[in-house]
């Protein structure tokens, strides 16, 4: 069964330094999502991406951040410059469809990003 | 804002026991989705359930069902006849319906579910 999956699993980087992390969507996948959860807190929605461009972005999802398709295939979340809130699980998600109701959204298992 | 809450951080459920998670939310709009996904440890999220909010039935997913009351704003998750299987992160998301949204999902905090040989 296909599935989502996201490199590296853990990701540990001294603040004000840049990341990317990495999401390989299902293939036939048109809408793509960061999400991320800091450690006890709620999972969060950061992005979604579709044709190419940001289609929504949370109040989270400020300058620092960006994404990226590069290839077709990857799905990219860059943060420019961390910070040490920045530490949290990110999680990328993928569906076939956008806003209908057979919008099931497929999640990678995740990134922890520590920053120190 | 929508937001959503499950007030039980962690639960146990003793195998072969039926067992029920909280979910309430908040909104003020009258058609949204609603959804229970799992997370064994280490693992994605995978969908569990979704209801409607224009259907008056509850979703039932084999052993999974939902009790959803929309006046009372209330999404539970029924797990009947729980499994080893079944231990995990239990969360509950919403999906507004409207405002041109892609679908992103609002979640709660998540319910730790143990399942007791």
């Known amino acids: 069964e296909p599935e989502v999956t996201q490199t590296p699993s853990h990701q540990v980087t001294q603040m004000g330094q840049e990341v990317i992390l990495r999401c390989v969507p299902i293939?036939?996948?048109?809408?793509f999502y960061w999400y991320r959860q800091i450690l006890g807190q709620k999972v969060e929605f950061l992005v979604s991406?579709?044709?190419?461009?940001?289609?929504?972005k949370s109040e989270i999802f400020d300058d620092q951040f960006s994404v990226e398709r590069p290839d077709g295939s990857n799905f990219t979340l860059k943060i420019r410059s961390t910070k040490l809130e920045d530490s949290a699980m990110y999680f990328c998600?993928?569906?076939?469809?956008?806003?209908?109701?057979?919008?099931?959204?497929?999640f990678g298992p995740g990134t922890r990003l520590t920053v120190l | 804002a929508q937001t959503v809450t499950q007030s039980q951080p962690e639960m146990s459920v003793q195998e072969a026991e039926t067992v029920t998670l909280s979910c309430t939310y908040d909104t003020s709009e009258s058609d949204y989705y609603l959804f229970w996904y799992k997370q064994p440890p280490s693992r994605q999220m995978i969908l569990v359930i979704r209801q409607e909010a224009y259907k008056q039935q509850n979703a039932t997913e084999n052993r999974f069902s939902v009790n959803f009351q929309k006046a009372a704003k209330s999404f539970s998750l029924k797990i009947s006849d729980s499994q080893l299987g079944d231990a995990a992160m239990y969360f509950c998301?919403?999906?507004?319906?409207?405002?041109?949204?892609?679908?992103?999902?609002?979640f709660g905090k998540g319910t730790k579910l143990s399942v007791k040989p």
């Open positions: 991406f579709y044709n190419n461009e940001i289609s929504e």
């Open positions: 998600a993928s569906s076939e469809f956008g806003g209908s109701s057979y919008n099931e959204q497929f």
């Open positions: 998301a919403y999906r507004s319906e409207y405002g041109g949204s892609q679908g992103n999902l609002i």
């Open positions: 293939s036939n996948h048109l809408y």
